[in-house]
């Protein structure tokens, strides 16, 4: 079967043209951000659950089910984020976290512990040099109704406490009512203060409801700078759904495709077992691309998954369940 | 750790196989034609045996009905439609259909085996679409059946008689639940005559016939090849004549039935247009193309073969479907994970290689996803030609498999024109964020359907049909009744 060289597309593996240099578009006045934003592409509501749900139906068998168990381990941001958390809940999460199953060391470590800013010197003291990262969350989270000033004090405390990884919270006040550029400055001043830090930019899309925001504001997180973008909090009643996370891929793909930064994404609340994680690993390979298959570029924020994993995992080794208590419960 | 996990089988989008199980088929080694409400022997021993197209394997020997057979047939249907079915009520035939749509769904997983066995289709689109879409149809007209005063039809609106249905080989089991189910809720005695290549899952239906107790000759189903449609078609104690196919074959239909009193309704084929504007939802279009073309193959009347695209996207536009049809898995129909399955016979590969190539020869720029294909069975990877111009035969003619024309319109109107201009008139998409600019467009083209921001979407209350070449009548909704009630 003969074919023609195609004139438009010389692709990587992925099928993503990459440009040779930042192609980063240039934003200086609010009025060029709203111009921006309504060039993108609309979202059709039903045709993205739509193509969430046909993704869903695929079936990981035998090794691909075994390394999607393990690469999904690694990716998990063991997340607490309660009023009544302690030093001692967070000890164990550390632990847990480095080595999730004690009597397995084939078993790869999660990515990050994920606490509130007064619990970041505790955990980096417990994790040490391992490679599981210390991420926090911060600028008045979950609400994110504070002044700047609060929010960015917030953030150079949980930073020079030792955290890795800050995990903000955008105005969805101001992005609702159209005040995008101050969406935008905020992500921006936040960066700016991280230094070091990585960036995750939570957009709450429970909030932001359609599809159509969820892109808009995507893509101002990736225009601030954002080294990850998170759908949620897990702090209100909708949190990350399927085709969210597509919108979220696509978006970053996109961006990827026009700038060559590769933003990842962290989906965030409500998973809670194995099903769903592969789900979500499914929609990340066939929508961003195996690029985004590392911790690197993609992460789970939840707790009781990490339990399912292990469990799952077990039973794909020895062909049998294990009773949950055999794991921890932090 | 990360770059050994990337590595995996994964990451290179090569999931391990995930196979549905054959034997759930449970198929025999023969079957017999299925008369008067029970398997029989053919008045003369000619069996042929249908393949599954994946592998060029045998699965089962099916007999073919001659002209006797059908005579037989005709004789029962006419029986059960005097003794029996004219004479039960409304609500009682509801039931009879409300069973059959329960069985179906019992044995939804058979069902989707067979038919991808059989026709080569994926198991993932037989399962989610077939099959349910199947028992839909059966659902629904089995509402309609006792409330028939109230289709619009005037007051006690009477069935037709005994109805003669030919049926195609891309959605076996579907366009058997097409046919039967409103000939059934209106009244009508059947004749069903399977396509030649797919037999399978219309004689399996005859097992849920047999199981939901249908009475006898209600409902007679007799395998074979156009010779066997042909006796049908001329059968003088036939009422009327219901075709899916080819335009070709329901020409022929048409002539044959012109001097006779039989009704009759075609379903022919298609040249669909998909339209896309410049301020289209591009991934979900992207998706909406995809399905639209190489949804079951290609193998689909209504597809979406012509897509028409706004000339300030169509680079954007191309690019995207180009790295969306790389992705498409293809392969083994029975794998879960795949998308696009075989083509369903040595003969319908034929004629797609043949359309391709003229393609090339007529100047548009082929390009063919790398995907490896299988070794043995009937295989033809994704195709996507562009640069196609309006005179091009891939413009023009149905090629019936996984080939997409790409054309080009500037303006509203033009895309009307070029999509108007075919013989045929089946189905077109629009693809627009502007609801006002989607209505201006589908007031203008003539097809029997138009979707808007999707394409392939079928439902049982949904009318379908085409006008022109692509035939008349309707099935589905309250408006398939009509092609079954003497009004």
Same mark, same amino acid.
């Given at each position: ?330 | ?294 949804? /079951?193959? =290609?193998?689909? &009347?209504?597809?979406? *073969? ?9 680079? $954007?536009? %191309? +690019? ?102 075919? /013989?045929? =008139?089946?189905? &077109?998409?629009?693809? *627009? ?9 589908? $007031?203008? %083209? +003539? ?41």
């Amino acid at each position: 079967m003969s074919t023609a060289p195609l004139r438009l597309v010389s692709t990587d593996e992925r099928g993503v043209q990459l440009p040779t240099e930042s192609a980063l578009p240039s934003v200086e006045s609010e009025c060029q951000l709203k111009a921006l934003l309504k060039g993108l592409s609309g979202v059709d509501a039903v045709g993205a659950e739509a193509r969430a749900a046909k993704l869903a139906t695929r079936s990981l068998k035998k090794s691909t089910k075994l390394a999607a168990i393990d690469l999904a381990i690694s990716m998990v941001d063991l997340t607490t984020l309660e009023g009544a958390d302690t030093p001692g809940r967070v000890t164990s999460l550390c632990t847990k976290a480095m080595r999730p199953d004690p009597s397995d060391a084939s078993v790869p470590s999660a990515a990050a512990v994920c606490v509130y800013p007064d619990l970041v010197a505790h955990a980096r003291s417990v994790l040490g040099n391992s490679s599981v990262a210390v991420a926090s969350v911060a600028t008045a989270f979950p609400s994110g109704r504070a002044s700047l000033n609060v929010k960015l004090l917030d953030v150079k405390e949980a930073v020079s406490a030792g955290a890795d990884e800050i995990d903000m919270v955008i105005d969805r006040g101001a992005f609702l009512s159209g005040r995008v550029g101050q969406v935008l400055d905020e992500v921006m001043a936040v960066k700016e203060v991280c230094g070091d830090a990585h960036l995750k930019v939570i957009l709450e899309t429970g909030e932001l409801v359609t599809y159509d925001n969820v892109r808009r504001a995507s893509w101002i997180a990736m225009l601030g700078g954002a080294d990850f973008i998170k759908t949620s909090t897990g702090k209100v009643s909708v949190n990350a759904t399927l085709p969210t996370a597509l919108v979220m891929l696509e978006a970053v793909r996109d961006f990827g495709e026009s700038t060559g930064r590769l933003v990842g994404v962290k989906v965030a609340g409500g998973i809670r077992n194995t099903k769903d994680a592969l789900r979500y690993l499914v929609v990340v390979n066939e929508t961003a691309g195996s690029a985004w298959l590392t911790p690197n570029k993609f992460r789970f924020g939840a707790s009781s998954l990490l339990n399912d994993l292990l469990m799952q995992r077990l039973k794909q080794h020895r062909g049998v369940y294990v009773r949950p208590d055999e794991f921890s419960g932090d | 750790m990360s770059g050994d996990l990337t590595r995996s089988t994964l990451g290179s989008m090569s999931y391990d196989p995930a196979p549905e199980s054959a034997g759930v088929a449970r198929l025999k080694s023969e079957y017999g034609l299925f008369i008067d409400g029970a398997f029989s022997d053919p008045s003369s021993h000619q069996p042929f045996l249908t393949l599954n197209p994946a592998t060029e394997e045998p699965l089962s020997s099916v007999s073919l009905a001659s002209s006797a057979d059908v005579e037989r047939a005709v004789v029962s249907a006419r029986h059960a439609y005097d003794k029996i079915w004219s004479k039960t009520t409304g609500a009682e035939r509801s039931k009879y259909l409300f069973r059959i749509a329960r069985l179906i769904q019992e044995r939804a997983r058979e069902f989707a085996v067979v038919e991808t066995l059989d026709n080569g289709k994926p198991i993932r689109e037989s399962r989610d679409v077939d099959v349910p879409l199947a028992a839909a149809h059966f659902f629904y007209y089995a509402g309609w059946a006792d409330k028939l005063d109230h289709a619009g039809f005037g007051p006690n609106p009477k069935p037709l008689g005994v109805a003669g249905q030919i049926i195609p080989w891309n959605f076996p089991l579907l366009m058997a639940a097409w046919k039967l189910a409103p000939a059934l809720a209106a009244g009508n005695t059947c004749v069903l005559k399977p396509a030649e290549t797919t037999p399978l899952s219309a004689l399996l239906l005859a097992e849920i016939l047999q199981q939901a107790e249908l009475p006898p000759g209600v409902v007679n189903i007799v395998t074979g090849d156009g010779s066997t449609g042909s006796a049908l078609v001329d059968h003088p104690g036939v009422d009327k004549i219901a075709f899916t196919g080819s335009t070709e074959v329901g020409r022929l239909i048409q002539q044959r039935v012109a001097p006779s009193r039989k009704h009759l309704t075609l379903e022919l084929g298609g040249k669909g247009a998909n339209i896309v504007f410049e301020d289209a939802p591009i991934d979900e279009m992207i998706e909406g193309i995809i399905d639209g073309i190489f949804f /079951n193959q =290609g193998h689909v &009347c209504c597809a979406g *073969s012509r897509l028409l695209v706004q000339e300030s996207v169509a680079d $954007e536009v %191309l +690019r995207r479907l180009i790295r969306r049809v790389d992705q498409l898995r293809v392969g083994d129909p029975m794998d879960k994970n795949t998308d696009v399955g075989a083509i369903n016979s040595a003969a319908q590969l034929a004629r797609i290689k043949e359309l391709t190539a003229y393609g090339e020869q007529e100047g548009a720029t082929r390009y063919t996803s790398s995907c490896a294909l299988p070794d043995k069975g009937y295989w033809f990877a994704p195709t996507v030609f562009a640069d196609v111009a309006q005179s091009h035969r891939v413009a023009r003619e149905e090629i019936f498999g996984p080939v997409l024309s790409v054309l080009t319109f500037r303006t509203p109107e033009e895309a009307v024109a070029k999509a108007n201009n075919s /013989n045929y =008139g089946l189905a &077109c998409g629009v693809w *627009s964020e502007k609801g006002s600019r989607t209505l201006w467009v589908a $007031e203008r %083209l +003539r097809a029997g359907v138009i979707w808007a921001n999707t394409y392939n979407k079928f439902d049982p209350t949904s009318p379908f049909g085409g006008v022109r070449e692509s035939g008349f009548g309707r099935e589905g909704g309250r408006h398939g009744l009509e092609a079954y009630l003497n009004v």
